[in-house]
């Protein structure tokens, strides 16, 4: 059934019964939980490329949160989030959830029921529907897999649009994420949204590994590279308030903290131009070049290679001390 | 991107470009692996009934399977296979796969390549795309979590149409899964579509935790009960090479031990007899009725009521010894 519960210890039909609680029938999900699969009835005419977009996500204790540090209800919202955030990075509409989770033997029935909630929560906040899922109990740590099906607003925006001469955004500001805002952002569907509306986005695609390896990833598949003015680059506080301990560069975070969650992409000069009176949280950090690597510039007009995937050598030219960092100290 | 891959030991690059490798743009799947994504174009004029079906299953090491004993090509090969058993059982053509992967540290890289090629064996076999996914590697036991989409052959038939006067029937033998038919089943969607094209399907699932346990779920959903008569229940050979071993009635292994993957499904008396001559792989083994429970009727006429969830006395009245097993012996 698209709800299955496999559990030892907790209360299996207690678990079920509480989670098939609200599935009822509605005109976009006719086949709710309690069926072998799920059944959806996906806004076709919406979509002028008729693509229905798929993505799996999964979220591992240890290595995206951590169980004995953060709450259960914000556990499900990142995992959900982190799913929804690539809907935004194609300009789609999120329209089914499903979720899988592999529960540690030692969570009580409330604990779990708090992490649905943060799940449903999530859900919520962007209008769409937990359709099923499959759950588990387990002797190793939490698992959640979360797999969306969205449906473009206009049509799909693939990482491959970027063209030479483009201007190059990113929303929001970057770096420090792992104060918090790793586990409490919102991902970017309205945005996403909004921009189709006004311009003509070339190319897309989410932050999560950090600027510095995605940016990367956007001109491969675009064929293209970029210059990137280091000044331009929206720094978050939190970048600055962790540089402010461990005497890290902001610019470093902004760049290689990675879990930003906002959107990088790419459209005409003059597209880039009508973004300005929006007040949409957009900033123009640089542009798309037709040579295949991509450069940062700073304000003393010296230029570096893009730091991506790490630096073996500083600004400098000094060998980097070893670091867990993806990419070493920059400069601003 | 609809496929990431976070590392630490294993070379994720190379991982990476070989399941990029296969990555190309098709009529069906026109955004392959490599974006925030996959766009894939859904086959919409083949359903009546305008449904998407989705379903998420997970797969976990020392759960459904064993990592130590079965090869990474059977762990693949079950891990989609009992995802695409829920698209068997909704009438339904599997049309896309994702598949995420949580590897455990010691796995190397030809482990987990020939993991990808046993999912990817089953999802041809099937006729199915992989068209993404998410791996990462951790210091826990392995995860496969797979998500289905799938678009009914005619439209979906869901468990809740069970009518008083049905014929209830299964395909293949049951029992005794555990010799290894739970890891090389192939999940019944060509039965099915055949099925939707000679006789009218009212209810259908997949009998994944045994009969014992799923049959009750099927009535629960079509509010009506059933009459069972034991001496049809298909007895797999293995479920009576197992009871040799363990002196286990081969009707209890027909009935409880799961893991199955056969269809149960109900459809008119008549249509029933249209069955008969088509050489498909079918047993009626009883009816369904209009009171809210089941029964079990043995060849010496005595009735017992279904051991759904396991019999707290043997049809003797005697009690049971305690046991791991989900239901009690019956007697055939």
């Known amino acids: 059934m698209s709800y299955a519960v496999t559990m030892g210890l907790m209360k299996e039909s207690e678990l079920l019964a509480w989670l098939c609680k609200n599935a009822v029938k509605t005109a976009t999900v006719p086949v709710p939980i309690g069926d072998d699969m799920a ?15 798929l993505k799996i996500d999964q979220c591992l204790d240890q290595v995206h949160f951590n169980l004995s540090q953060h709450t259960p209800s914000q556990i499900g919202r990142k995992a959900i989030n982190r799913c929804l955030s690539d809907c935004a990075a194609m ?81 929001g500001q970057l770096g420090g994420s792992i104060l918090g805002r790793h586990l409490s952002f919102s991902p970017r569907i309205q945005l996403a949204r909004r921009l189709t509306e006004i311009v003509r986005i070339h190319a897309m695609m989410d932050i999560s590994d950090g600027l510095a390896i995605d940016l990367p990833r956007l001109l491969s598949m675009s064929g293209a590279g970029a210059e990137v003015d280091a000044a331009r680059i929206p720094v978050h506080p939190d970048a600055r308030r ?22 990088l992409f790419t459209l005409s000069q003059r597209d880039a131009a009508k973004l300005a009176g929006t007040g949409l949280p957009v900033s123009i950090i640089g542009k798309i070049t037709r040579q295949r690597n991509a450069i940062i ?6 230029s570096q290679p893009w730091p991506a995937g790490g630096w073996d050598h500083g600004p400098s030219g000094r060998p980097m001390p070893q670091s867990r960092s993806i990419c070493a100290e920059t400069r601003d």
């Open 297 to 302: 510039l700073f304000n003393d007009r010296r």
């Open 91 to 171: 300009a789609a509409r999120p329209t089914a959830i499903l979720i899988s989770v592999a529960l540690p033997m030692h969570v009580t029935l409330p604990w779990t029921k708090r992490l649905y909630q943060g799940c449903r929560l999530a859900a919520r906040e962007a209008a769409c529907s937990i359709v099923g899922g499959d759950t588990a109990l387990w002797d190793q740590r939490l698992v959640i897999t979360v797999a969306a099906v969205g449906v473009p607003w206009r049509h799909a925006i693939l990482r491959s649009g970027a063209k030479a001469g483009d201007a190059l955004c990113v929303s």
């Open 242 to 263: 962790l540089s402010r301990r461990d005497g890290q560069n902001p610019l470093h975070h902004a760049l290689c903290d990675g879990e930003d969650y906002e959107l």
């Open 39 to 53: 059944g959806v009835s996906l806004p076709k005419q919406m979509s002028r490329d008729g693509l229905t977009l």
